[in-house]
Nanobody, 119 residues
Framework: QVQLVESGGGLVQAGGSLRLSCAAS????????MGWYRQPPGKERELVAA???????NYADSVKGRFTISRDNAGKTVYLQMNSLIPEDTAVYYC?????????????WGQGTQVTVSS
């Protein structure tokens, strides 16, 4: 079974920074995508950033230039460096990973970590 464990959330003032980490364990296919979604209060979950095992990245327009996604050499830990945080970044942040397995896509989620940005 695959497990994703997030850490690094918390309360920060606007303009501050936080770094989220997500450690994956279990049987993970080497060619995969890892990333972060977030769910603000009362809103739907949205993609924040993603990174492939090849290093390609994708960001939501709302975080471009402020957030940076990266992963370690082993490919099982993904990070989200969040700078210049604004109150609109307040949300539960979820780590995920997925990969293609035959004709299906297998995906796994972490339990979520709260990020609160005060004005």
């Amino acid at each position: 079974q695959v497990q994703l464990v997030e850490s690094g959330g918390g309360l920060v003032q606007a303009g501050g920074s936080l770094r989220l980490s997500c450690a994956a364990s279990g049987r993970i296919f080497s060619i995969n995508t890892m990333g972060w979604y977030r769910q603000p209060p009362g809103k739907e979950r949205e993609l924040v950033a993603a990174i492939t095992s090849g290093g390609s990245t994708n960001y939501a327009d709302s975080v471009k230039g402020r957030f940076t996604i990266s992963r370690d050499n082993a490919g099982k830990t993904v990070y989200l460096q969040m700078n210049s945080l604004i109150p609109e970044d307040t949300a539960v942040y979820y780590c995920y990973t997925n990969w293609v397995a035959g004709t299906s896509v297998l995906g796994y989620w972490g339990q979520g970590t709260q990020v609160t940005v005060s004005s």
